[in-house]
Each structure stands twice: as structure tokens, then as C-alpha cells.
């Protein structure tokens, strides 16, 4: 049975519902930050930065640690604020109902406030690995919600799961639990590397980290080829719909290369923090490429009025 979502459009929503996605993009990025310069305990404690002061007070010694965990913990704030103005547009009565989308935003609220608790955990637990390594992983799960929001507020298309052949539904769940796989294993590999988040005395995993990181990155390959499976099986059907897939080839390639060259190059900072944002941005062309190979318009190459690039 064919489920149609209302085919309206409204600006407000899909500005506000980009501006959540890049924001839960970019926290990533500036979560990295805190951690690969030691700054996870510039604030000692949470919810306060120290015992009795909510933000950190300078004196001539202070490092700049505190600044940069402070603007991390300031920076969930503004998710917080955009979650809200995001679920304040989906009930304006001058906007197009979108109950369907309610649910979604609501959750995005809910795991924000998760998430701000689970930090706070770390910093109580001295950021053990598997706390820290939690806060990573629902900060990908939140990427993955952001952008399935995006694609119901930009393609409020029909859709037909059962019209999909059975193969390519199972691979989609294959997919999907890989790349799950594939997070959690490399947020242990992170657990027993340097980049703890504190540059003092770090608690570490005791795994060997060749051991790990080779499992990490076998997972990868086995993403790559059920990808790559996927996307064969789509162009055979329709070149317009394998495009989403293309970019998550292309994705998970520079994803793989840059892990390779961050392990082979020491864990340099800065590639470690793009390899988050890449693995942030693999979740986003996974989740876009299979909620849109469930739209009614893939099954042919007839292209949408509004459909500039076919993604
Ligand atoms: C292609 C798909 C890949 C994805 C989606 C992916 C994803 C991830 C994620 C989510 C983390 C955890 C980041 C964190 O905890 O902050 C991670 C860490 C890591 N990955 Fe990957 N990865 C991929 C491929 C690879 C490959 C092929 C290698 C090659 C060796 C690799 C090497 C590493 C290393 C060394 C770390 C730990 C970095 C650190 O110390 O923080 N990754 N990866």
C-alpha cells in the first residue's frame, strides 16, 4: 500500500530543518576540537564549569582548555534553541500541517537534552572512553534523525516499500546495522588511541589498537561492498535514483582513504576531527539514500519538478 505524505511545501520548516542537520554536523566538528587538544576537562564539573561558577573565570594561568569545553557546552545550547524554533514552525497555524514530522523533531529535542547529559557524564567519570565514545555514537544516530527530517520537510513524495524488490529492502538493514557497527567499533578504536579529550592522564581501553583498528576498517570494506551491491542493483533499475548511492560511494571512499591516512600518519589532530565530520557525513548520504530509494519516483527515470540534481 502506497503511504502519500502531504505534498506542501513551507520555507520556515526546511530552513530551520538544514539548520538543525549542520549544526548537528558541526557540533562533531567542534567535539573534536574538545578532544584532540586535552580540553574535556577544562570545565571540572556539569552542569556548572566549576563549583559554583556556570562559566569559566580567567585568571593569568589559565589555559585556554576552558574556553574551548565551554563553547562546546554553549554550542548545545544552540541546538536546543533551533530544535525548538524548528518544532514552534511545525505547529504555526499559517504553516502547512506536518503532523507526520512532528514526532521526528520532538525526538531530535529529546536526544539533545540526552545528549547534554551524557557529556555531562563524562566530564563526571573523567571521560572513560566508553562514555565518550556513547556521546559520539547518539551524536550519529541524531545526524541520522536530522537528516531523515530534512528529506520529509523537502520530499514529501509517496512512497511504496513493498514495491521495492525484497533484496534491496534486506540490504538496506544490512547497510544500516554495518554502519552501526562500524561507529561503535571506531569509537572504541578511539577509546585505546591518544585522543582521549584529557591531555593529562587519559584512561584508555586495554585493547591493541592495531587489533581494533584493523576490525574497524574491515567493517569499513564490508560497508563498501554491500554499498557498492546496492547501488549496482539500483542504476540497473533507474541512473536517476542510483545518484544518492554515488555520493555514498564516493563518501565512504574519502571516508576510508582518510582513515588510512590518519592511522599511517600518526592520528594528526586535525585528520582525526575530519574523520569524524566524515563520519558524520556518511550517515547523512546513507540515511538520504535509502529513505530516498523508497520514493515512488525511483522506480523510473521520470525526474521531480524539483529535483535539480536527481538526489
Ligand atoms: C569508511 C567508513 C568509515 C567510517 C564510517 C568510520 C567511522 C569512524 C568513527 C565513527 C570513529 C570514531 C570517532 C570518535 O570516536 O570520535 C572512527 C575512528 C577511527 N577510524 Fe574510522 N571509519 C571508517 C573507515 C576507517 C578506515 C578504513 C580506517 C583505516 C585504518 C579508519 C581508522 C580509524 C581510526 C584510527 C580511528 C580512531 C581515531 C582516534 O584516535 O580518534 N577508519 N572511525
Not at 537534552?113 to 566508553?130: D, E, K, M, R, Y
Amino acid at each position: 500500500m502506497a503511504s502519500v505524505d502531504t505534498p506542501v511545501n513551507d520555507a520556515l520548516q526546511r530552513r530551520l530543518s538544514i539548520a538543525n542537520l549542520v549544526a548537528q554536523v558541526g557540533i562533531i566538528v567542534t567535539g573534536g576540537a574538545v578532544r584532540v587538544t586535552g580540553s574535556g576537562l577544562g570545565c571540572s564539573t556539569w552542569p556548572m564549569c566549576e563549583p559554583g561558577q556556570f562559566a569559566p573565570v580567567f585568571h593569568e594561568e589559565s589555559t585556554w582548555h576552558p574556553i574551548i569545553e565551554f563553547g562546546n557546552r554553549t554550542l548545545t545550547g544552540v541546538l536546543g534553541i533551533i530544535a525548538l524554533a524548528l518544532i514552534w514552525s511545525l505547529y504555526r497555524k499559517s504553516a502547512p500541517t506536518r503532523r507526520d514530522v512532528r514526532p521526528y523533531a520532538w525526538a531530535v529535542l529529546a536526544l539533545i537534552i540526552v545528549q547534554a547529559v551524557v557529556g555531562g557524564i563524562s566530564v563526571w567519570v573523567t571521560l572513560h572512553p566508553a562514555v565518550v565514545g556513547l556521546h559520539m555514537a547518539l551524536s550519529l544516530g541524531l545526524v541520522s534523525l536530522s537528516t531523515y527530517l530534512v528529506y520529509r520537510l523537502y520530499r514529501p513524495r509517496a512512497t511504496d516499500p513493498a514495491a521495492l524488490p525484497r533484496l534491496e529492502t534486506s540490504l538496506h538493514v544490512a547497510i544500516a546495522a554495518v554502519k552501526v557497527a562500524v561507529a561503535i567499533i571506531g569509537v572504541v578504536v578511539t577509546g585505546t588511541g591518544p585522543h582521549s579529550g584529557d591531555a593529562d592522564k587519559p584512561y584508555r581501553f586495554a585493547i591493541d589498537p592495531l587489533f581494533i583498528t584493523r576490525i574497524h576498517a574491515g567493517a569499513a570494506w564490508v560497508l563498501v561492498i554491500l554499498v557498492a551491491i546496492a547501488t549496482y542493483l539500483v542504476a540497473k533499475r533507474s541512473s536517476l535514483a542510483a545518484r544518492p548511492w554515488l555520493v555514498v560511494v564516493g563518501v565512504l571512499l574519502a571516508q576510508g582513504l582518510l582513515g588510512y591516512i590518519q592511522y599511517f600518519t600518526g592520528l594528526h589532530p586535525a585528520l582525526v576531527v575530519a574523520h569524524m565530520l566524515g563520519s558524520g557525513l556518511t550517515v547523512v548520504a546513507i540515511t538520504w539514500a535509502i529513505a530516498r530509494s523508497y520514493a515512488l519516483d525511483t522506480r523510473s527515470n521520470s525526474r521531480e519538478p524539483n529535483s535539480r540534481l536527481g538526489l
